[in-house]
């Protein structure tokens, strides 16, 4: 049907709010600063802090594979890929601040101040990894997608009562951008003008599905707009994009005028987790050496080389101080007592429990006794 150009547009109207949502970047592939205005000017200790968490981050994820094939993790969900959106992020992040994650987003919860060692118990299902110590503000993964947007609303919310300087910062994926739970968070942190930061990581798949299939909306950043938050998308394979995004929604959301969204276009190198997902079978290595081209551990390594911040020998050290830490964490969680599955009833029902789960906790306290 012919549009009348006189009269309200609305197809013309979606078109222009989605030419409107380009890509910000602020260091390309090449290592090289393409958006002056932006650059954040981060010290030479801020720059080579950034660049050693986010190697640290990428050897934690070697590590974590490689103990999960060995059976000495549970659940794992490869980060490869995503240094930039989860360390660059977090790092425009204060202590008093709440991470809410999902189940990828170990990294930024350890940088917070989690222990290794409680988010290898996490992975193995253990009880102690999801008790987070006092003052380690963050909450253990969220395996339910998008839920952890609604509950990043309401800390938001309670911090906003509370009169605290501080926020709260969740992420999804692009397929947890579909979830009612999503729109819930967003839509009620709009509302509230609550301080909290929405983050999507889009690596382009929830599991095989390609973000193409998962929604018509031409990015994922224009979805904050329905809910009257400032909304930007960037490039997720840079981290000083990343990082310039949360810190202005960092700053905003301090001085009161509500929560911000942000889409990090990014990849994930390897497969969705360890759990038999193949990523050869919806999506070719052409693609994945399209991306890797982008890496953010490799833009950011050329950009502080030429700066003359970093080289072959710092990064080696990095590498074996991650080593002895994850090797020291692991150690750690294997002195941790073994749960007992009458620990498992005990701790989800602290009242009187349902007469079946009375019986079955009789019968294992009969066997752990022996
Ligand atoms: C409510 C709910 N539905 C379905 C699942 C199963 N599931 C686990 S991961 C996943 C895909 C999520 O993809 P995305 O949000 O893009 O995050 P990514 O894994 O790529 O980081 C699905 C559907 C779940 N955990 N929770």
């Known amino acids: 049907m012919a549009s009348n150009n006189n009269i309200f547009d609305p197809v013309?109207?979606?078109?222009?709010?989605?030419e409107k949502f380009e890509m910000v970047q602020i260091l390309n592939e090449n290592g090289e600063i393409v958006n002056s205005d932006l650059d954040p000017q981060l010290s030479d200790e801020e720059l080579v802090?950034?660049?050693?968490?986010?190697?640290?981050?990428?050897?934690?994820?070697?590590?974590?594979?490689?103990?999960?094939?060995?059976?000495?993790?549970?659940?794992?969900?490869?980060?490869a890929g995503q240094e930039a959106s989860q360390i660059a992020s977090h790092f425009a992040l204060e202590k008093e601040d709440f991470i809410l994650p999902g189940y990828r987003d170990v990294p930024q919860i350890i940088w917070h101040g989690l222990p290794l060692s409680?988010?290898?118990?996490?992975?193995r299902g253990h009880f102690v990894g999801g008790q987070i110590p006092e003052g380690v503000n963050v909450f253990p993964p969220q395996i339910i997608i998008g839920a952890q947007y609604v509950q990043a609303a309401g800390v938001a919310l309670g911090m906003q009562k509370r009169g605290k300087k501080a926020v709260a910062v969740t992420y999804t994926g692009d397929g947890g951008s579909s979830q009612g739970d999503f729109?819930?968070?967003?839509?009620?942190?709009g509302a509230y003008k609550s301080p909290a930061i929405f983050i999507?990581?889009?690596?382009?798949?929830?599991?095989?599905?390609?973000?193409?299939?998962?929604?018509s909306a031409t990015t994922i950043a224009q979805k904050g707009i329905a809910a009257g938050i400032p909304s930007i998308q960037v490039d997720g394979m840079d981290p000083l994009a990343v990082y310039v995004a949360t810190r202005d929604a960092r700053k905003r959301a301090v001085a009161g005028e509500g929560p911000s969204f942000i889409e990090t276009v990014c990849y994930r190198y390897g497969p969705h987790t360890m759990a038999g997902d193949d990523p050869t079978r919806y999506r070719t290595t052409d693609t994945d050496t399209e991306w890797?081209?982008?890496?953010?551990?490799?833009?950011?390594?050329?950009y502080l080389e030429a700066k003359g911040l970093w080289n072959e020998s710092k990064e080696a050290e990095v590498i074996e101080q991650a080593k002895e830490d994850i090797k020291a964490a692991i150690k750690e969680a294997d002195g941790v007592e073994k749960q007992k599955v009458t620990d498992l009833i005990s701790i989800m029902h602290t009242d009187e429990l349902p007469y079946n789960l009375k019986e079955q906790y009789e019968i294992y306290k009969e066997k752990e006794s022996k």
């Open 183 to 189: 729109y819930e968070g967003i839509n009620f942190a």
């Open 12 to 18: 013309k109207n979606l078109k222009e709010i989605e």
């Open 118 to 123: 409680k988010a290898f118990l996490w992975s």
């Open 200 to 215: 999507v990581q889009n690596n382009q798949f929830a599991i095989s599905t390609p973000r193409e299939s998962q929604t």
């Open 49 to 79: 802090e950034l660049m050693s968490r986010m190697v640290f981050t990428r050897i934690l994820d070697q590590r974590s594979i490689s103990l999960n094939r060995q059976g000495r993790l549970g659940f794992y969900a490869p980060t």
């Open 292 to 302: 890797e081209k982008k890496d953010p551990v490799v833009r950011f390594r050329k």
